[in-house]
């Protein structure tokens, strides 16, 4: 005679205060517990790396400089260029480099932008490079 051979047979029990608890409840109880909630968040978010900004050398601004004119004179023309720029990042120090390609439309210089045919708009302070 086996040790639980007395409730083998016997039928589950229901209880009569309490209702039936669903698989997916029951499922829950097990389910990894977070201790704390965010953390795989924080360290995900310092381990991204971000780059850093650039200084512009007195050539390098001399050189944007005159791509910007020459830009500005033929505007009408809406001539193809590809500019290379920095986007600051919104959580942390730093932010990264971007290229954008389009048609050049103008500067607009209340805002500082240049600005594609597309609407798309780069401050002048983060631009890197001008391809014309």
């Known amino acids: 005679m086996g040790k639980y051979d007395d409730i083998l047979n016997m039928s589950h029990h229901v209880s009569s205060i309490r209702p039936h608890m669903s698989m997916h409840d029951r499922a829950a ?48 023309e809406r001539p193809e260029i590809t500019v290379e720029y920095f986007i600051p990042d919104e959580k942390k120090a730093g932010g990264k480099y971007v290229t954008l390609s389009g048609n050049f439309r103008r500067i607009d210089k209340y805002n500082h932008n240049m600005v ?9 302070n983060d631009i890197f490079e001008i391809d014309v």
Do not use: W
């Open 116 to 124: 594609f045919t597309s609407g798309e708009e780069i401050p002048l």
């Open 29 to 76: 109880q097990f389910s990894p517990f977070a201790a704390l909630t965010g953390y795989d968040d924080t360290v995900r978010e310092t381990s991204r790396l971000t780059d850093e900004k650039q200084e512009l050398t007195a050539d390098k601004i001399t050189d944007l400089n005159q791509k910007i004119a020459f830009l500005k004179e033929h505007a009408e």
